[in-house]
């Protein structure tokens, strides 16, 4: 499981590079950020985060010997709904992070 929040922990720094990307464009340095642009990339770790929240799900529920299967399925279906229903907006990225530190709170009773 600690393997899961470190890939998770991955796809919210993706989720972070738009003020690299934006600095980037500005001094004219050219990286693959900045060429995928800030929407892709932004799309691109709520794709990931979404998929992570329905392997958690899967699991919890193939796995319930090992998982809190009564606290991660919905906890984790709670988290994607709020991913997907997201306005994107300065407290996009706010939501974001709110979402890493829900998951570390919640670890230690999965």
């Known amino acids: 499981m600690n393997n899961s929040l470190i890939l998770q922990s991955r796809f919210y720094l993706i989720l972070s590079f738009e003020a690299f990307i934006i600095h ?28 992570n929240y329905i392997g958690a799900i899967l699991t919890a529920i193939y796995m319930p010997q090992v998982f809190n299967r009564n606290l991660m399925v919905p906890v984790h279906a709670i ?20 979402l890493l530190y829900a998951e570390y709170i919640i670890f230690p009773f999965m």
Do not use: M, P
């Not at 980037?24 to 998929?51: E, P, Y």
């Not at 997201?86 to 706010?94: G, K, L, N, V, W």
């Open 79 to 98: 988290f994607a709904l709020c991913l997907i229903f997201q306005e994107a907006s300065a407290s996009f990225y706010q939501v974001i992070w709110r």
């Open 24 to 51: 980037d464009h500005r001094f004219q340095i050219v990286t693959f950020a900045a060429k995928f642009g800030v929407r892709n990339i932004a799309f691109l770790g709520i794709g990931l985060l979404l998929v």
